[in-house]
C-alpha cells in the first residue's frame, strides 16, 4: 500500500508535467502568434492567380484556402445574365472586387442581395471573354442571408478599360454615355449598343431574354450595370448588362428654347492654383446674361489640362476634345438650381473656399454645382484627380456647355484657355483633333482674313492665352474683365486678365465688384 501511495504521488506530479511538456510541443508545432492560413482567399487575390491559362486551384495555388464570400449581382428574374452565371461581388479593404461562378441551371436558385459562401477547393479558374469559376456544383454554395443592399461605383469608360480586374464582374454606374450610332426611331434596347463616353466606349449588352429587351433605346443614358469582359473584344473590351430596366435612365437633353440666344452664360474668372493644396479648391466663377432656371435648360462645364504625361492620349492631342475624360478633361453637370439676369455663380471643388484650406469660406454664394473632385469621377466625363487646372506649362481649358451631352464634335458656347504656348498636346490641324471653339471675343471658326475653318483653339488665329500665373501658391484669382452687351448678346470690349493677389481673409465681394470683372450692358 505504501509503494502504491508513493507510486501514485508520483504519478500526481507527473501528469501535470507532462501536460505542461505537451503544451510547449503544441505552442512549437502551432505557431498562433504567426497566425493559420485562413480558410477564405478575397476576390481581389483570387483573381490574381490567373495569368492567362486555365488554373486548377489546389491548396498550394490559393495559400491553403477553401472557399470565397460575396453578394450576388445578378438577376436571373429579369432574364439579363449569361445563363448559368451567378455573379458575384465582395466588399474587403475599402475595395470592390467580382467573379463569375458557372453554376448550370441553379443559377437561377440565386437572387440579387444573397450573401454566399462558395467552396473553391479544386475548382478551375478559365477565361472566355470574362474570368469565371468553373466546377462549382449547388452542394459548394451555402446561402447566408438573403436581401442585402447592393452598392455600385460610379466610373467610366476610360478608368473601366485602364484596369479592367477592378470592375469586372461588379456593379457599376457610367454617367453621360452616348448611343453611336444614333438611334433610329423605333429602335429598342436588345442587342449590343455602343456606348461612347468620353473617348472611350463600352457595350450596353440587353439579351434577348430580358423582361425589358423590346424598351426604346434613348439617345444618352446613365446606366447601372454589371460588367463583363466582351467575347467581342473587337468591338469594345467589356459589355455592361442592367439587372433591372430602372438601371437605364434617359438623360437626353431636353429640347432649348429657341429664345435663349447667344452665350445665355459667361466665363468670368477662376481659381486653379489656390494657397496650399489645390484639390477640391479650384473653383471657376461665371455670370448670367439672361435667367436660367438649370433644372429646365441644363448647361455643363468641362476643365481640361495638358501634361505631355496626362492620359488618355499622353503627348497627344486629346482624342475626343473637350468630351476625352480620363485626367484629361472633366465635367460637372449644371442641372440644379437657378441664376438671375447679372448674377454671378460658382463652380468648382466641394471646399467653397475663397483660397485655399483655411481661408474664408463663400459657400453662401451661389453655387450651382461642386464635386470633391480628388475621390470623385466627375459627371460622366473625366476621373477623379488631385487637380483639375494646371498651374504651370501646357495650356489648360476651360469651356462652357448648353446641356451635358458633350461629344467630340460639341462646340462650346464660351472658352477660357490659359498658359504655355506648346501645341503638341493641344492641336492636330491636320488630323481635326483638339479643343472645339465657337465665336467669343477671343475665337472664330473662321479665319476673318482668308475665310479659311479654323474649329479648334490654337489652329490659325485662335491663339489667345492667358498666361499662368507667377509664382505659384499664392492665390491668385484670375478676373476676366470686359465688358457684355447683354442685348447683342456679343463682347463690346474683349475680355482682359487681371491676376487678383488674395490672402486666406478675402472676401468674396473682392472678386465681384470693383474694377477689372466682366461688365454687363444693355
Not at 483573381?47 to 460575396?70: H, M, N, P
Not at 438623360?251 to 429664345?259: A, Y
Not at 492654383?273 to 489645390?278: E, I, L
Not at 439676369?341 to 467653397?352: D, I, P, R, T
Amino acid at each position: 500500500m505504501k509503494k502504491f501511495n508513493k507510486l501514485f504521488s508520483k504519478l500526481k506530479l507527473a501528469i501535470p508535467l507532462l501536460a505542461l511538456i505537451y503544451v510547449f510541443q503544441s505552442c512549437e508545432k502551432h505557431d498562433y502568434a504567426a497566425g493559420s492560413p485562413s480558410p477564405y482567399i478575397s476576390l481581389e487575390y483570387l483573381r490574381a492567380v490567373y495569368k492567362g491559362q486555365d488554373i486548377q486551384l489546389t491548396e498550394d495555388k490559393v495559400s491553403s484556402a477553401k472557399e470565397i464570400t460575396g453578394l450576388v449581382i445578378s438577376n436571373h428574374q429579369n432574364g439579363n445574365v449569361p445563363e448559368g452565371l451567378i455573379l458575384m461581388q465582395q466588399y474587403k479593404n475599402a475595395q470592390f472586387r467580382g467573379i463569375a461562378i458557372k453554376v448550370g441551371s441553379i443559377a437561377t436558385n440565386y437572387l440579387p442581395g444573397d450573401s454566399i459562401v462558395v467552396n473553391i477547393e479544386n475548382k478551375t479558374l478559365k477565361k472566355d471573354g470574362y474570368l469565371y469559376l468553373d466546377g462549382v456544383t449547388e452542394s459548394d454554395i451555402q446561402k447566408i442571408s438573403s436581401s442585402n443592399q447592393l452598392h455600385s461605383r460610379r466610373t467610366n469608360a476610360n478608368a473601366i478599360n485602364s484596369r479592367p480586374d477592378v470592375f469586372e464582374s461588379t456593379l457599376v454606374s457610367i454617367l453621360g454615355c452616348e448611343v453611336f450610332p444614333k438611334p433610329t426611331e423605333g429602335e429598342t434596347l436588345e442587342g449590343g449598343k455602343l456606348l461612347l463616353n468620353g473617348a472611350d466606349t463600352v457595350t450596353l449588352r440587353t439579351l434577348p431574354t430580358a423582361d425589358f429587351a423590346q424598351e426604346k433605346l434613348p439617345r444618352n443614358i446613365e446606366i447601372v450595370g454589371v460588367l463583363l469582359g466582351s467575347k467581342a473584344p473587337a468591338t469594345t473590351k467589356f459589355d455592361i448588362l442592367p439587372l433591372f430596366y430602372s438601371n437605364i435612365r434617359d438623360i437626353s437633353d431636353p429640347e432649348i428654347p429657341g429664345n435663349l440666344g447667344a452665350m445665355p452664360l459667361i466665363i468670368t474668372g477662376f481659381v486653379n492654383d489656390p494657397n496650399g493644396g489645390d484639390g477640391n479648391y479650384e473653383y471657376i466663377q461665371l455670370r448670367a446674361n439672361t435667367d436660367i432656371d438649370f433644372t429646365e435648360i441644363p448647361f455643363s462645364l468641362i476643365l481640361g489640362t495638358n501634361a505631355g504625361a496626362a492620359t488618355p492620349n499622353p503627348g497627344a492631342p486629346p482624342a475626343a476634345g473637350w468630351a476625352t475624360g480620363g485626367g484629361r478633361t472633366y465635367k460637372f453637370n449644371l442641372t440644379e438650381g437657378k441664376v438671375s439676369k447679372g448674377e454671378f455663380f460658382y463652380v468648382g471643388g466641394s471646399q467653397k473656399r475663397i483660397n485655399g484650406p483655411n481661408s474664408t469660406s463663400i459657400s453662401a454664394a451661389n453655387w450651382i454645382r461642386t464635386i470633391a473632385y480628388t475621390t470623385t469621377a466627375g459627371d460622366g466625363i473625366g476621373n477623379a484627380s488631385s487637380g483639375l487646372l494646371p498651374n504651370s506649362g501646357n495650356a489648360g481649358a476651360i469651356g462652357l456647355f448648353v446641356g451635358t451631352n458633350v461629344g467630340e464634335q460639341t462646340v462650346p458656347i464660351d472658352a477660357v484657355f490659359f498658359g504655355g504656348t506648346g501645341t503638341a498636346t493641344i492641336v492636330d490641324s491636320i488630323g481635326i483633333k483638339g479643343y472645339r471653339i465657337g465665336n467669343n471675343d477671343h475665337y472664330n471658326v473662321t479665319n476673318q482674313t482668308t475665310g479659311e475653318a479654323q474649329p479648334l483653339f490654337s489652329m490659325g488665329t485662335n491663339q489667345y492665352r492667358i498666361p499662368h500665373s507667377t509664382p505659384t501658391d499664392v492665390g491668385f484669382f484670375v478676373k476676366l474683365g470686359g465688358v457684355f452687351n447683354t442685348t447683342t448678346r456679343k463682347w463690346t470690349t474683349p475680355r482682359n486678365y487681371v491676376f487678383h493677389t488674395m490672402t486666406k481673409s478675402s472676401v468674396i465681394s473682392e472678386l465681384e465688384t470693383g474694377e477689372n470683372i466682366t461688365v454687363l450692358e444693355d
